[in-house]
């Protein structure tokens, strides 16, 4: 027969495993946004090596 | 495993547990500096950069924490107002803790660097090991001064904050770090007056422990005294202007006035109303630290909109 009653360690480890669920999803969240914002800053860059090009830069101009 | 496996011996820790290992009411302090020496930087910062900053910053002041809480185990366990603690209530065990404080002052660091610049990240790792070694491991149960230079620990985020915005670290950062510092040691010293009998029991040799009430009192008017003019300068600087300038005076007065009353009293007083007027201070040293800082966001906004 499955134990059905709620012990209340299972409350408690309910608690740490969503508080460590958003904590991952918040640090996915920060890492993804820094990276958005940092590739953004960067100006004009070629996708293959994330380089910036001088003839970019004239063409944007 | 059996079912009866299920019943631990010892209670096992909620998630809180582990946010109060990262000393929430300090960090709001860390938090709310930090972010002053960003706004106030000369530099703008993009506002996704900025919050990583500062979200990081406060990271780093949480694992220090938490090295503190595996450290101090022992000497919170005696303290009224420190024995509900998550280690030395049973709830966390100490090498938890240490772990915890280890990775993320690892992960505070290294993101702080990747989102900013490497004088940031290095600024944030001296704090941390400042406020964990040379004051928990080493200060704090050795001098009463260590409330003075321990001071410097929780002085460094503004620092950090303005480091993190221009990759400098000029005087008016380092006016902000004499703020703090120099209002560390009169703050705890308050509390210590009214708290005296727990960090007595602890055998952490606070002012009021090695040197009595009296020499507390004679200090907490000298650091004032200090403190003063040193908030006063910050007004000179180019991040002051109208809000800090009337905000110092007010505050200051204020400060000196309220020092001499503490120096000015007797033990017996005290005693009869309950320290109020020590218990009054205190409260008082933690808005005049947020108005001071406020002042400052207040006067580096106005600069934006072209007020001055």
């Known amino acids: ?61 | 495993m059996s079912d009866a496996s299920l019943i631990t011996q010892e209670p096992e820790a909620e998630f809180g547990d582990y946010v109060a290992l990262l000393k929430p009411r300090v960090m709001s302090l860390v938090v709310f500096t930090a972010m002053v020496g960003l706004l106030v930087a000369p530099v703008p910062i993009h506002p996704m950069i900025g919050l990583t900053a500062i979200l990081f910053i406060a990271v780093g002041a949480g694992a220090s924490g938490a090295l503190n809480m595996w450290w101090d185990a022992d000497i919170d366990a005696k303290m009224r107002r420190t024995s509900g603690r998550p280690v030395p209530a049973g709830r966390v065990r100490p090498e938890e803790s240490l772990a915890i404080g280890v990775a993320l002052s690892g992960i505070a660091v290294v993101m702080l660097a990747l989102a900013t610049n490497m004088l940031a990240a290095g600024l944030l790792a001296f704090t941390i090991f400042f406020y964990a070694v040379i004051y928990t491991m080493l200060l704090k149960r050795w001098t009463p001064q260590n409330i003075v230079i321990g001071g410097a620990a929780g002085a460094f985020p503004p620092v950090i904050g303005w480091a993190a915005a221009t990759s400098t670290a000029p005087v008016e950062a380092w006016g902000m770090f004499a703020l703090i510092f120099l209002w560390t040691p009169p703050h705890f010293w308050a509390l210590a007056l009214f708290m005296r009998a727990d960090y007595g029991n602890a055998g952490v040799p606070m002012l009021t422990v090695t040197h009595g009430h009296g020499a507390t009192r004679a200090h907490i008017l000298v650091y004032s005294v200090i403190l003063a003019p040193a908030a006063l300068a910050l007004a000179a600087t180019p991040i002051g202007g109208p809000a800090y300038l009337t905000t110092a005076i007010f505050c200051n007065a204020w400060l000196l006035w309220g020092a001499f009353g503490i120096w000015r009293r007797r033990e017996a007083e005290a005693e009869a109303d309950n320290y109020a007027a020590e218990k009054a201070f205190f409260r008082f040293s933690l808005t005049y630290l947020f108005a001071h800082f406020g002042a400052l966001a207040i006067d580096a906004l106005l600069r934006v909109q072209g007020a001055f």
Do not use: Y
């Open chain 1, 1 to 61: 027969m499955a134990i059905r009653a709620e012990h209340e360690l299972h409350s408690r480890r309910r608690s740490r495993n969503i508080g460590l669920a958003v904590v991952l999803v918040g640090f996915i969240s920060v890492i993804f946004g820094l990276t958005v914002v940092k590739v953004q800053t960067l100006g004009a860059i070629q996708g293959f090596d994330h380089v910036v090009r001088p003839e970019l830069l004239e063409n944007a101009q």
